[in-house]
DNA sequence: AACACTTACAACCGCAGAGGT
DNA sequence: CACCTCTGCGGTTGTAAGTGT
């Protein structure tokens, strides 16, 4: 040693920035066949390109089926208040008293709605000077000027009143193949999630293993597919695969062959191609495209689903553009996003034809080491 | 339409404390 | 008891998206 302490990781080894749902997958999908006993040690175990420290953060702050998503109720904020005027920012003392709350979002809530809108109570109660006097402890942006009421600030940033829903603005692109899980399978899908209990438990954290004798590499291809069709139970995965009767055992075959080993580079890739964010399952939850607002409890199952329609729609070619199937509305210059269904997308043989050719373009793995990119 | 500004949130960073050796 | 590793906490930053002009 010598020369102080040692970094956490090596910074120049590790991904930073936000987290590709491939990563998401790895990391759930590990924790839940070993628990997460060392976070030092699990990155590596896990095939992750991050530091634990990156790790436990995701997990502890937006992957654990605990965390509850979603608007804070009226209640929850005069919670937070009241403790904060007890404990100061004791995030986590805070957030223990809030189930489901982590300290993150309660810090992030204190500071981006609760200290403004206090701040604003004071100004009007007590005047313009002590308005001033409150502000200093704000942010540097912050001013009387430019600070809005909180249900202005909500809007598009799912934080909006239940009822008014989220803002067309924000309201993510609806996909091909969830306009038409919404149309068929949705009704299934709830029955099917209540088949599936156990894969929304909170029992991530009980299985804890002997992290020493975890062998990732070992199970691969299991764990792709326990990723693709156990894992969140992904029965609309399934369906779509059975309504274009795709034999579930071709895929099985093809995820086989992917070089899943601790691959680094094969993640990183498949992060490349699939460059959509976490926050749209998240978003899909909040705007109500999947039942229901809490994301830790049991809707994790189709947001999580969902992350991986947009997947294999991105790999079939199915996601609509711009151009083809979506109409633009304009409102104070915001390009709201209305789907419109191609009849085509109804025809199960197109998509059982796409399908296909994305299972060819499954055979050219591995791609060549000139595509990686970091 | 384009640009600048603002906002919200996820993620990062450094430090402190607990626990092991 | 000193040293080390690891985890957890709180502050801060980066960035995507909304808003204003």
């Given at each position: 040693?010598?020369?102080?302490?040692?970094?956490?990781?090596?910074?120049?080894?590790?991904?930073?920035?936000?987290?590709s749902?491939?990563?998401?997958?790895?990391?759930?999908?590990?924790?839940?066949?070993?628990g997460?006993?060392?976070?030092?040690?699990?990155?590596?175990?896990?095939?992750l390109?991050?530091?634990?420290?990156?790790?436990?953060?995701?997990?502890?702050?937006?992957?654990?089926?605990?965390?509850?998503?979603?608007n804070?109720?009226?209640?929850?904020?005069?919670?937070?208040?009241?403790?904060?005027d007890?404990?100061?920012?004791?995030w986590?003392?805070?957030?223990?008293r809030?189930?489901?709350?982590?300290?993150?979002?309660?810090?992030?809530?204190?500071?981006?709605?609760?200290?403004?809108r206090?701040?604003?109570?004071?100004s009007?109660?007590?005047?313009e000077?002590?308005?001033?006097?409150?502000?200093?402890s704000s942010?540097?942006?912050?001013?009387?000027?430019?600070f809005?009421?909180y249900?202005?600030?909500?809007?598009?940033?799912?934080?909006?009143?239940?009822?008014?829903?989220?803002?067309?603005?924000?309201?993510?692109?609806?996909?091909?193949?969830?306009?038409?899980?919404?149309?068929?399978?949705?009704?299934?899908?709830?029955t099917n999630?209540?088949?599936?209990?156990?894969?929304?438990?909170?029992?991530?954290?009980?299985?804890?293993?002997?992290?020493?004798?975890?062998?990732?590499?070992s199970?691969?291809?299991?764990?792709?597919?326990d990723?693709l069709?156990?894992?969140?139970?992904?029965?609309?995965?399934?369906?779509?695969?059975?309504?274009?009767?795709?034999?579930?055992?071709?895929?099985?075959?093809?995820?086989?062959?992917?070089?899943?080993?601790?691959?680094?580079?094969?993640?990183?890739n498949?992060?490349?191609?699939?460059?959509?964010?976490?926050?749209?399952a998240?978003?899909?939850?909040?705007?109500?495209?999947?039942?229901?607002?809490?994301f830790?409890?049991?809707?994790?199952?189709?947001?999580?689903?969902?992350?991986?329609?947009?997947?294999?729609?991105?790999?079939?070619?199915l996601?609509?553009?711009?151009?083809?199937?979506?109409?633009?509305?304009?409102?104070?210059?915001?390009?709201?996003?209305?789907?419109?269904?191609?009849?085509?997308?109804?025809?199960e043989?197109?998509?059982?034809?796409?399908?296909?050719?994305?299972?060819?373009?499954?055979?050219?793995?591995?791609?060549?080491p000139?595509?990686f990119?970091?």
């Amino acid at each position: 040693m010598g020369g102080g302490r040692a970094p956490c990781c090596d910074k120049s080894q590790v991904k930073r920035g936000p987290w590709s749902p491939a990563e998401d997958l790895r990391l759930i999908t590990f924790i839940q066949k070993h628990g997460h006993e060392n976070w030092r040690a699990l990155p590596k175990q896990a095939g992750l390109l991050r530091c634990g420290k990156s790790c436990r953060l995701r997990w502890i702050n937006y992957l654990r089926p605990d965390v509850k998503r979603g608007n804070f109720t009226p209640e929850e904020e005069e919670t937070i208040i009241k403790l904060h005027d007890s404990l100061g920012n004791k995030w986590s003392k805070i957030a223990s008293r809030l189930p489901g709350r982590t300290d993150n979002e309660i810090k992030n809530v204190w500071n981006t709605h609760l200290k403004k809108r206090l701040a604003s109570k004071v100004s009007d109660s007590q005047g313009e000077e002590l308005n001033e006097f409150s502000m200093t402890s704000s942010s540097s942006s912050s001013s009387s000027d430019s600070f809005k009421p909180y249900d202005n600030q909500n809007k598009g940033l799912g934080l909006e009143d239940p009822e008014n829903g989220a803002s067309p603005a924000k309201r993510p692109k609806m996909t091909l193949l969830e306009e038409k899980l919404n149309s068929k399978t949705l009704d299934s899908n709830l029955t099917n999630e209540a088949k599936e209990p156990s894969s929304c438990s909170n029992s991530y954290d009980s299985k804890i293993t002997d992290s020493s004798q975890v062998d990732v590499a070992s199970t691969p291809d299991e764990e792709l597919m326990d990723s693709l069709f156990n894992y969140s139970g992904n029965y609309e995965v399934h369906d779509i695969l059975q309504e274009a009767n795709i034999e579930q055992d071709i895929l099985s075959n093809k995820v086989a062959e992917l070089p899943l080993e601790s691959d680094y580079d094969f993640w990183n890739n498949l992060e490349n191609i699939a460059p959509f964010q976490s926050n749209e399952a998240q978003q899909l939850s909040r705007d109500g495209l999947v039942e229901g607002s809490n994301f830790g409890q049991g809707c994790i199952h189709q947001a999580e689903s969902m992350k991986w329609l947009r997947y294999l729609e991105s790999e079939l070619g199915l996601e609509a553009t711009k151009d083809e199937s979506h109409e633009y509305v304009t409102t104070k210059g915001r390009a709201v996003v209305e789907p419109l269904v191609p009849e085509t997308f109804h025809n199960e043989t197109m998509l059982k034809q796409e399908f296909n050719l994305a299972m060819a373009y499954f055979q050219t793995w591995p791609p060549s080491p000139q595509s990686f990119a970091m």
